[in-house]
């Protein structure tokens, strides 16, 4: 059973106090139609608090001498809207020892922006593990898939894990013994970036490590226990278990699609997503069993470019009932470094949540592309997608003093008579690309081929209908299988290459559309390849 959030308790009020705050709950009232959002948060991650406002865990606190001060920071954006600030807390300043912990930033934070009724959400960053944890656990390691070792951790590793939730436990102890009622959500992470899929290291997609390899073994034994029937879905001559080792990829170039048709890497991809999903999930069973809520990030996960990570875990995590807050995030920037085209991303991100009926944020990042105007468009698609709320990252000493107030005000809202219309695109299909290729000269392609498809299709549905506010985007083709008679037209963007549980189920999609009289139609049309147009796509057997 889940645990329960324990209730907040209740609080009188004199008369005089009960007038107050009917007065508060009007202006509250009368300011968020023009913000058009439930929540806004902004970001102050831990290295903005160290480099920008000289929060450490070994100097005066508050600081002395530093350009920005917080408190300042929390008032001044608090006074613009923003009910959220979102920070994250590295796990080597917090446990600097096996048997210490040092919590002086942490209760900093606490008592500074939750005195001002500023809510805090907190990324628990693992990934900035302390070096003693290769001490206690020297094959601690990721392992990429050069099997060069490195010195980020495995959660593939059940010794790093009984480390890592003791340190969730110290540090959620902590912030519900602080003030539980400001904690607004948690978030687990492993990766770099603060998103959940995997980090990547110099082009070798991770994780190779004895661990990982013991934990497909047993996965795929559970599966069928012979190695010979492996052997022979693969096309491999493993002479016994032991012998075993996952395929190898890599990212871009030369290796964009040469698995395409490569069962065996299909059945470590879906390892590879398992995994990342059960290490997640358990991480916000964890913040649940203290009373609080989990968030995530995740990135653009609709593209070829981010399929080596394990992006499209959002499909399951969001399906999870221990996930409570999603947040999709793009830094308007493609793989090969250039700004992106079209800041309809953040419709494509949005539209791929709703089928979740989840609250989603969108966080719009300005350490590349800095432009009020751009973000104030993402703001702007953000409101008319119906999002539960926005938030802006890298923000301090990018924007000016009145950034949120001007970026949140006479937004508009969703048009009431949208009609509901789906696009189909199954997320699973994307595992056939392992980044962007790169020309005949070795260079990078300026877009994401996949993303750039689903930016057809839009263009298609955009002529097709009045307004796309009631757009939805399937990743995951059995959800859209139940709900088809809730749609007016249904638009599919069929891939190169489908898993057979997905292609069994577009098929039924198709039946029950026609059946319905909803109208169903290809867009986006893959490249033809000579006189007989697209080879016909591949489909994958699947065992799971």
């Known amino acids: 059973m889940r645990p329960q959030v324990p209730p907040r308790a209740r609080r009188r009020t004199t008369s005089a106090g009960a007038f107050l705050l009917a007065i508060l709950l009007a202006m509250l009232v009368a300011i968020a139609p023009a913000r058009g959002f439930k929540e806004v948060f902004a970001t102050l991650f831990a290295l903005e608090m160290q480099n920008l406002l000289g929060i450490k865990d070994n100097g005066p606190l508050p600081p002395e001498g530093t350009s920005h001060d917080l408190g300042e920071v929390v008032r001044g954006v608090k006074e613009q809207g923003v009910g959220i600030l979102f920070t994250s807390l590295k796990w080597f300043f917090q446990q600097p020892t096996p048997d210490t912990f040092n919590f ?37 390691g990721v392992v990429d898939s050069k099997y060069i070792g490195h010195r980020s951790i495995s959660f593939n590793h059940p010794a790093v894990m009984q480390l890592v939730h003791a340190w969730y436990d110290a540090v959620l102890a902590r912030m519900a013994e602080l003030n539980a009622t400001c904690i607004h959500s948690v978030q687990p992470c492993f990766n770099n970036e603060y998103e959940t899929k995997y980090i990547q290291e110099a082009d070798g997609a991770q994780d190779y490590s004895a661990q990982a390899i013991t934990l497909f073994r047993q996965y795929l034994r559970n599966i069928h226990g012979e190695i010979s029937f492996w052997n022979e879905r693969w096309g491999t001559s493993f002479s016994h278990w032991a012998a075993f080792k996952p395929p190898k990829f890599f990212q871009h170039g030369q290796h964009w699609g040469d698995t395409a048709t490569n069962v065996f890497y299909w059945d470590w991809q879906h390892f590879r997503h398992q995994r990342i999903h059960e290490v997640h999930e358990s991480g916000c069973m964890h913040i649940a069993a203290y009373g609080f809520r989990c968030i995530q990030h995740f990135a653009e996960f609709m593209t070829g470019s981010d399929a080596i990570y394990a992006a499209g875990s959002v499909f399951t995590l969001a399906a999870s009932p221990w996930l409570d807050y999603i947040v999709v995030d793009s830094n308007f920037m493609t793989t090969a470094m250039l700004p992106t085209r079209d800041v309809r991303v953040v419709q494509l991100l949005l539209s791929a949540m709703k089928p979740f009926g989840k609250p989603v944020f969108f966080e719009g990042a300005f350490e590349r592309i800095s432009d009020p105007a751009v973000h104030r468009r993402a703001v702007m698609l953000t409101a008319t997608s119906g999002a539960h709320g926005i938030g802006f990252t890298n923000w301090l000493d990018r924007v000016g003093p009145t950034f949120f107030n001007d970026t949140l005000q006479g937004l508009p809202l969703p048009h009431s008579d949208a009609p509901p219309v789906a696009v189909l695109s199954p997320y699973r299909s994307y595992w056939a690309f392992k980044g962007t290729p790169k020309d005949a000269n070795g260079v990078l392609f300026p877009t994401d081929p996949q993303q750039d498809r689903l930016f057809a299709c839009l263009d298609e549905v955009e002529k097709a209908v009045p307004s796309v506010d009631g757009l939805q985007i399937f990743g995951v083709p059995t959800m859209l299988l139940a709900v088809v008679e809730d749609f007016q037209r249904i638009w599919y963007v069929e891939p190169e290459v489908l898993l057979s549980g997905d292609a069994e189920t577009i098929v039924r999609i198709k039946q029950r559309a026609a059946e319905l009289g909803v109208p169903w139609k290809k867009c986006a049309l893959r490249k033809r390849q000579g006189k007989r147009g697209a080879p016909p796509v591949l489909v994958i057997p699947e065992v799971y």
Request: proline residues 8%.
């Open 104 to 140: 002086r930033v942490l209760d900093y934070l606490v008592q500074t922006a939750c005195s001002q009724g500023l809510q805090l959400s907190v990324v628990l960053d693992a990934q900035a593990n302390p070096p003693w944890v290769f001490d206690v656990v020297p094959d601690a």
